[in-house]
């Protein structure tokens, strides 16, 4: 079976730096996602990937070591809105684009 | 416009009811997708198409139908609902070249009484 895993909650201060965790353990690897969803909101597309190391995006950044099925998200200058779930998936090989999904890590950002 | 639109966007309705959930784009993606979201369970996979008329089972496909009869539309049903289907349903597409992220819609809220 597919197992990702991610803390369940993350509390953090405005204009800090915080780092959720991904681990995952799939049969096949094409792939690690992360979206943002806001409560009651649609997941939105984060960062994407696919080979070892780091991708930065403005205040987000994203780490892959594919070796220890391990994968964070880097999140900079914290602001009130980045009060949401981050959702780690993984795409898979030979199923087309399927992605499996962790539970997600709901952030709380105070003040 | 919203790429992406599904609808209802929620519905009570009552044990033993057939329900369709209806999902449209414009963004010209050939891949949709059906998920269903619980609290503590995260996304799982019910059904995807990669094409019209072409259909695959996901994770949980038993006791859900989907029909992709044009380009731009998927549809789920319920044939018989029960209140364990009561979820949050998203529908999402994505392309087949580069990243392949997939977009989701704003989500139907379905309860089952």
């Known amino acids: 079976g597919q197992n990702i895993d991610q803390p369940t909650e993350m509390t953090a201060t405005e204009g800090a730096i915080v780092q959720i965790n991904c681990t995952y353990q799939t049969s096949g690897f094409n792939g690690l996602f992360w979206y943002q969803q806001h409560a009651g909101e649609a997941p939105t597309f984060l960062s994407y990937n696919v080979l070892d190391g780091l991708e930065e995006k403005g205040r987000f950044s994203s780490f892959l070591s594919r070796s220890k099925g391990y994968s964070y998200l880097l999140l900079k200058e914290l602001q009130m809105k980045d009060s949401a779930s981050y959702l780690c998936a993984v795409r898979l090989t030979g199923g087309g684009n399927k992605l499996t999904f962790g539970t997600g890590t709901q952030l709380k950002v105070e003040l | ?113």
């Open chain 2, 1 to 113: 416009d919203a790429d992406v639109t599904q609808t209802p966007r929620n519905r009570i309705t009552k044990t033993g009811k057939r329900i369709m959930l209806e999902c449209s784009q414009t963004k010209g993606h050939d891949r949709m997708y059906w998920y269903r979201q619980d609290p503590g369970l995260g996304l799982r996979l019910i059904y995807y198409s990669f094409d019209v008329k072409d259909i695959n089972k996901g994770e949980i496909s038993d006791g859900y139908s989907v029909s992709r009869q044009a380009q731009a539309k998927f549809s789920l049903s319920l044939e018989s609902a029960i209140p364990n289907q009561t979820a949050l349903y998203f529908c999402a597409t994505s392309d087949h070249t580069g990243v392949n992220e997939q977009f989701f819609g704003p989500g139907t809220r379905l309860t089952v009484l």
